[in-house]
């Protein structure tokens, strides 16, 4: 069974470096016919993608976040990672990782979510 | 970006109704598009991709159409566990964007 689990510091001042991970098991992130996604909600409001990384490292980001966004793979870990620098009250939301589908960009699982609070 | 304009953004139906809801996307996505259902406090769960291939384990009351620019999901007959947020996905176009989400309601 397919499982992933965000995992984050929950509450960051503005200006602080957003750092979160986003743990597979079940799978492996190294597989080709998998890449990983991204996505935030702030609270209330509609999803929005932020980017997504493939086994290869290639990634692709969200242009409005591209200049704050880092993202990376940890075959080691079974687990990729999304930096986000620069943080301010707007990058307040739950976020979410997933896995896609190479073939058809089937986003199948979904972590729980891990919601992070900028608030001074 | 491609903006995608979901409608209605919320409605009031009973349990046994046909439900519609539609995506409109800014130009041509072929047929690039996912649907989701989201509950409060959860992650959205995929229902639909490619337009109207159903995803393993969603009910077959759940019927997705449309190509090119427009786009509709169907719950045939709502059942109460179909309450919930339903968002469209384009991924024809960096960024992925959805739509802003229709939330369906008891009646």
């Known amino acids: 069974q397919v499982q992933l689990q965000e995992s984050g510091p929950g509450l960051l001042k503005p200006s602080e470096t957003l750092s979160l991970i986003c743990a597979v098991s079940g799978d492996s992130v190294s597989s080709g016919r998998y890449y990983w996604n991204w996505f935030r909600q702030p609270p209330g409001k509609g999803l929005e993608w932020v980017g997504h990384i493939f086994y290869s490292g290639t990634t692709n980001v969200n242009p409005s976040l591209k200049s704050r966004v880092t993202m990376s793979l940890d075959t080691s870990k079974n687990q990729y990672s999304l930096s986000l620098s620069s943080v301010t009250a707007a990058d307040t939301a739950v976020y979410y990782c997933a896995r896609v589908t190479i073939s058809n960009d089937r986003n199948d699982y979904w972590g729980p979510g891990a919601l992070v609070t900028v608030s001074s | 970006a491609i903006q995608m304009t979901q409608s209605p953004s919320s409605l009031s139906a009973s349990v046994g109704d046909r439900v519609t809801i539609t995506c409109r996307a800014s130009?041509?996505?072929?047929?690039?598009l996912g649907w989701y259902q989201q509950k409060p406090g959860k992650a959205p769960k995929l229902l639909t991709y490619s337009t109207f291939s159903l995803q393993n384990g969603v009910p077959s009351r759940f019927s997705a159409s449309g190509s090119g620019t427009d786009f509709t999901l169907t719950i045939s007959s709502l059942r109460p566990e179909d309450f919930a947020t339903y968002y469209c996905?384009?991924?024809?176009?960096?960024?992925?964007?959805f739509g802003q989400g229709t939330r369906v309601e008891i009646k």
């Open positions: 130009l041509d996505i072929r047929d690039d």
């Open positions: 996905l384009q991924d024809y176009d960096y960024p992925w964007t």
